[in-house]
């Protein structure tokens, strides 16, 4: 397991702090209510953002990456939980959340597909679930470019896909879209949904 990306992955966020993306990261986060999970956090980059919610769990395979999350766990204004797990099998009972979080998340996920199947099942019906992801760009040009860099990409940023279509897999998912929002030219996307089921 690469410890090099988990290493540089807070200080190559850190010029974000203050912009734009991490008011995006932010208000979307706020969004969240009631029991939460969080699908793969990570450093735990969203922990200081959870407010009016009843408790986070919160998953991450990677333990390289969750333990630089020590101190925003500390620091967080609700109880998190955390788990070493994948998104493809949730350690959850089914309907078990009101709001699945999931942020620059499903690039890397090797099997989005069942990830989507299992984020289903474990919200409860009308649950929400909030994604804040980078996409693969609807422009030809761009489009074609991420694909041909996401080979090398992927090697360098831990399995990161620069051409997923997340939009596309949600929508397929059987989650109902309520609402996306595009940024920097629709390279990052705000998804937010809820299960119907
Ligand atoms: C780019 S980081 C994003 C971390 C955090 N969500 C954020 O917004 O800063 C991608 C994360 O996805 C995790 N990941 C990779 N495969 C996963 C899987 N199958 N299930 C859940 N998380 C996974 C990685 O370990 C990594 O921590």
């Given at each position: 397991m690469s410890k090099?990306?988990?290493?540089?992955?807070?200080?190559?966020?850190?010029p974000l702090e203050k912009t734009r993306f991490e008011k995006v990261r932010a208000?979307?986060?706020?969004?969240?209510?009631?029991?939460?999970?969080?699908?793969?956090?990570?450093?735990?980059a969203n922990f200081p953002y959870y407010r009016d919610v009843e408790r986070v769990d919160a998953i991450e395979p990677n333990p390289e990456m969750s333990k630089h999350a020590a101190k925003r766990i500390k620091k967080a204004h609700?109880?998190?939980?955390?788990?070493?797990?994948?998104?493809?099998?949730?350690p959850f009972e089914k309907n078990s959340f009101d709001t699945i979080v999931a942020t620059l998340v499903f690039c890397t996920i090797p099997y989005p597909i069942k990830a989507l199947e299992e984020i289903k099942r474990a919200s409860k019906p009308g649950g929400k679930v909030l994604f804040f992801e980078h996409v693969k760009v609807d422009q030809e040009a761009i489009g074609k470019t991420q694909e041909v860099l996401t080979p090398v990409w992927k090697k360098l940023c831990d399995g990161c896909h620069l051409d997923r279509d997340t939009l596309e897999l949600v929508k397929r998912s059987g989650l109902k879209v309520e609402k996306v929002?595009?940024?920097?030219?629709?390279?990052?996307?705000?998804?937010?949904?809820?299960?119907?089921?």
């Open positions: 090099l990306f988990p290493a540089l992955y807070d200080i190559a966020m850190k208000n979307l986060v706020r969004k969240a209510q009631g029991r939460v999970l969080e699908i793969g956090f990570g450093t735990g609700v109880p998190i939980y955390t788990y070493e797990a994948e998104a493809e099998e949730l929002t595009s940024y920097y030219g629709g390279l990052f996307l705000t998804i937010e949904c809820r299960n119907p089921e």
